[in-house]
């Protein structure tokens, strides 16, 4: 092969295409992995890594301040944001310099540039001196190209008032009065990270309720943490109006109970994702969009056109970095000439609130919408001896299991650690676990991890720390 051919080409670096490449390396596939911008995508340079690390810090921040309730007060305590940043930055740093070099190290090519198809199994790109070359694929290409947020008319992004999640997590001074507009999992988790930093919170959210499609009971608990900590949330409420000047937004909310007009320092807009697919050649070749644009893929992740790919945001909902990453590996599979396809009956989510949530397989309603009769298992952390003991106690782990049989359908947490925690009941449905096979683990005392098992126990009418339904 010469040095523009390979066997597979995967355009994009992020929690998907870096992946994908790695494996596709290690089976033997020759490959070449294309970044536009940065290699680990949005979810380790803007998303997933920094939001999470700004969330352990505040998280650690607020615990310190509740601390006198065990005894322990603390004083002086300082707050700088801008050391915060840095080490926060450092994290990133190490992480997407380990990318490349995990690739390299697997055997995988890279190139820094903009791609586009310009054939069936050709891709051209433009690296950033302006040359411009086409390399081609035999086996197969691969379009990793995540998404983007969505940007509302009223609100366009200036980068400095009104900002996406990108600018939040590098916010290097804590504002004194900010504007949330989105109560979806970014806005809530970034909301949450501000208003521990001591910024006057106001959350608004077109819908009646925070976390649209989570379960209702799950969000109440964290609703009522928001408001707890002084953050203001307004459901079925919309920004219009928006001034801006003086490095400040004056924005008029419209909700229930009227209009009012308020400024704030920074708006934070977070209201969803659209997919990459725009500029990539992909209409020109074939590949199949659906009404969102994004690339419309089967169960081994294969486009309308035969070995074009698609893994990740691009291909559709949910936009989760794990999601991606394991389409990753089961697109490399496929393109290897391995039998593999996707199965999402067990795909997890974690939301990085205060406290967490997380679900996996179906809701009690889902379940019965399917004609399943279900069982219903319930444990309050406030029975856990181990929350007692960290005094995280809000939340709860609430399982739904097959009235008849007792398999595990579903599994929500709201709680400490449940982003934790859920990895047993992924594996549970994975497997086609029964209640009975959680509860007759023996799960070690006193952990978090117990109140998974209480739960299911409490499902069938076995449980000894709460009492059962009659």
């Not at 594996?427 to 006193?446: N, R, Y």
């Amino acid at each position: 092969m010469s040095n523009t051919s390979y066997e597979a080409i995967v355009i994009g670096a992020g929690p998907g295409g870096y992946p994908c490449g790695i494996r596709l390396a290690q089976l033997g596939v020759k490959t070449l992995v294309v970044e536009k911008e940065s290699f680990g995508g949005v979810c380790l340079n803007w998303g997933c890594i920094p939001s999470k690390a700004l969330i352990a810090a505040t998280g650690l921040l607020d615990k310190i301040k509740r601390a006198e309730t065990m005894g322990i007060a603390v004083s002086d305590l300082t707050l700088d944001v801008g050391r915060m940043q840095d080490w926060k930055d450092g994290i990133v740093k190490k992480l997407t310099s380990g990318v490349r070099s995990l690739l390299k190290g697997n055997g995988a090519d890279t190139v820094l540039g903009e791609a586009k198809l310009v054939g069936k199994n050709k891709v051209e790109v433009r690296e950033a001196n302006g040359e411009v070359k086409v390399y081609e694929a035999t086996k197969g290409i691969v379009i990793a190209t995540g998404a983007r947020v969505v940007q509302l008319p009223n609100l366009p992004y200036d980068g400095e008032v009104v900002i996406s999640a990108r600018e939040a997590v590098s916010l290097r001074e804590a504002p004194k009065r900010m504007l949330v507009v989105g109560g979806g999992v970014i806005g809530l988790e970034l909301g949450m990270v501000y208003m521990k930093l001591g910024t006057e919170v106001t959350i608004v959210e077109l819908t009646p309720d925070l976390l649209p499609g989570v379960d209702r009971d799950l969000v109440r608990v964290v609703e009522k943490h928001l408001k707890k900590g002084g953050a203001r949330v307004l459901t079925e409420t919309k920004a219009s109006n928006v001034e801006i000047g003086g490095g400040v937004a004056k924005v008029t909310l419209e909700g229930k109970g009227g209009s009012e007009t308020l400024e704030f320092d920074k708006v934070l807009v977070s209201v969803g994702f659209k997919p990459n697919t725009d500029g990539l050649g992909l209409t020109e070749v074939g590949v199949k969009l659906d009404e969102r644009g994004h690339v419309k893929v089967n169960e081994r992740l294969e486009t309308s056109v035969k070995g074009i790919y698609a893994i990740g945001d691009v291909s559709g909902a949910p936009y989760l970095a794990h999601k991606a990453t394991h389409e990753g590996e089961i697109c490399a599979e496929v393109i290897a000439g391995h039998n593999a396809a996707i199965d999402y009956r067990a795909m997890p989510a974690a939301i990085f609130t205060e406290p967490e949530i997380a679900t996996v397989g179906m809701t009690e309603t889902q379940a019965e919408r399917d004609g399943r009769k279900v069982k219903i298992g319930k444990f309050p952390f406030a029975a856990s001896g181990r929350a007692l003991a960290v005094d995280s106690t809000d939340g709860f782990v609430k399982t739904i299991v097959d009235a008849e049989d007792h398999q595990v359908l579903g599994v929500a947490i709201v709680g400490p650690e449940a982003s934790d925690l859920i990895s047993e009941a992924s594996l549970a449905i994975e497997m086609g676990a029964f209640a009975e096979d959680v509860t007759l683990t023996i799960h070690p005392h006193p952990t978090l991890g117990e109140t998974v098992m209480e739960s299911f126990k409490h499902a069938i009418g076995e449980a000894v720390h709460v009492m059962n339904k009659k």
